[in-house]
């Protein structure tokens, strides 16, 4: 099939709960047709049937483990074979990991990494060419605060993760910008969605002060802004915002000091 000939959609990972929720309602309330990805096909679909009703745009559900190996060729072919092509891109799926690398088992982190770094490379690799062809497209990365801090104990590899998807924008951005696609990495400070309960922190996160909290949908609305505008890096909340400016600023055994702090009322510890 022609790409110009296609639908153009949004594609959203982790569109179940949270933050990818937000963004396939923010997306759906502009009229745009999704495909939503995750493991729980229930919600999704429960998703896609409320959107269709309120929005009247179409869903096409893909039930999807993205911690799998080439997770992401399934999911462009289903894509490709209903006649359609990703316009947008939202790489979003993730969770944590709180506690030390060599207290856990290397399946964990190994999915970590083919969930939040590989599948993700995988999309945008598979999208990008009909974004080209057609001169339009847009990419949002979810990234974090975590990538623009010095890496701590526990949450090992979610900094390096989060910096990734940092540098990978930029990277892309210098590619792709010229060509019409649009690229954001997006860096949320603490959120309300249900990634503390997933890695079962949400007993420790209850601690963290409210004054430092976003919706997911007040993160979504900075997103899209930002992406629309062409912005390659958007940090939302002014306080988040004051945060990154200081560990920008600050010398470096400051920030690593403050991060190995905070970080400890995070992590869980290994129980002997
Ligand atoms: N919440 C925060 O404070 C915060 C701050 C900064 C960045 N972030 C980032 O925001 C993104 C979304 O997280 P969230 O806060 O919205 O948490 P969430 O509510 O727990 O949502 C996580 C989503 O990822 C999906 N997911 C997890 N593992 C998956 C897998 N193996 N295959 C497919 N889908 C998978 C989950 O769907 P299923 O379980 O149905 O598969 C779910 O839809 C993550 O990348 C996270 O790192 C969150």
């Known amino acids: 099939m022609q790409a110009g000939a296609a639908k153009g959609l949004v594609l959203v990972t982790g569109a179940s709960s949270g933050l990818g929720e937000a963004f396939a309602r923010a997306y759906a309330a502009q009229g745009r047709n999704l495909a939503l990805v995750a493991r729980r096909a229930d919600r999704l679909e429960a998703l ?5 009703q309120a929005h009247g745009v179409d869903s096409t559900v893909i039930p999807a483990d993205l911690a799998v190996w080439d997770a992401h060729e399934p999911i462009l072919k289903r894509v490709a074979d209903e006649g359609l092509w990703i316009q947008t891109l939202v790489n979003n799926a993730g969770f944590g990991i709180p506690q030390d690398y060599a207290d856990t088992e290397w399946e964990r982190q190994r999915d970590f990494l083919m969930t939040l770094v590989t599948s993700a490379c995988g999309l945008v690799h598979g999208a990008v060419p009909q ?33 990734f998807a940092i540098k990978f924008s930029q990277s892309l951005d210098a590619e792709l910008r010229d ?29 963290a002060p409210r004054r430092f909290w ?16 062409g912005r390659v890096v958007v940090v939302p909340g002014l306080h988040n915002k004051f945060a990154a400016a200081a560990m920008r600023y600050l010398p470096d055994s400051w920030t690593r000091a403050a991060i190995a702090r905070g970080g400890a009322k995070y992590r869980i510890e290994k129980k002997e």
Do not use: W
């Not at 062809?133 to 390096?160: C, D, E, K, Q």
């Open 48 to 52: 896609a049937a409320e959107l269709k």
């Open 131 to 163: 974004m080209i062809a057609n001169r339009s497209g847009a990419i949002v990365n979810v990234a974090s605060m975590a990538g623009l801090s010095p890496g701590g104990a526990g949450h090992t590899l979610y900094p390096a993760a989060k910096a």
């Open 179 to 207: 060509k019409g696609v649009k690229v954001t990495a997006v860096c949320p400070g603490f959120t309300l969605t249900e990634f503390a309960e997933a890695s079962g922190t949400q007993h420790l996160m209850d601690k």
């Open 214 to 229: 976003q919706t997911a949908e007040e993160v979504v609305a900075t997103t899209l802004k930002a992406n629309a505008a």
